[in-house]
């Protein structure tokens, strides 16, 4: 599977973005995805993931009660909406997707990494 997210951008504290990850290949449908982010000089770190039906979702704590991740198998693609952002929320998002069709929270569990979509909030 190929993946291609967007979506990213500059935004005040306080503000909502959605991100967007368009998947190709490999059956979509079947694999548990997710989303990470990396900022400067930190290491890549979970921020949410979805099983292959979007029946369940997983977020870090950091995260939980303000952004939500959903999928659309129809369209192939997953979405993380975030909202009240943070100035600590700023990071290079990527998403990622599992050959296994669960929710995850290790990056070891996902096979393939989108390109990563720069997210930026201003205090």
């Known amino acids: 599977v190929q993946l291609q997210a967007s979506g990213g951008g500059l935004v005040q504290a306080g503000g909502s973005l959605r991100l967007s990850c368009a998947a190709s290949?490999?059956?979509?449908?079947?694999?548990?995805m997710g989303w990470f982010r990396q900022a400067p000089g930190k290491e890549r770190e979970f921020v949410a993931s979805?099983?292959?039906?979007?029946?369940?979702?997983g977020y870090a704590d950091s995260v939980k009660g303000r952004f939500t991740i959903s999928r659309d198998n129809a369209k192939n693609t997953v979405a993380l909406q975030m909202n009240s952002l943070e100035p600590e929320d700023t990071a290079v998002y990527y998403c990622?997707?599992?050959?296994?069709?669960?929710?995850?929270?290790?990056?070891?569990?996902?096979?393939?990494w989108g390109q990563g979509t720069q997210v930026t909030v201003s205090s």
């Open positions: 979805i099983t292959w039906s979007g029946g369940i979702t």
């Open positions: 990622a997707a599992s050959p296994y069709g669960g929710s995850f929270s290790s990056p070891a569990a996902f096979d393939t």
């Open positions: 290949g490999r059956t979509f449908s079947r694999s548990g």
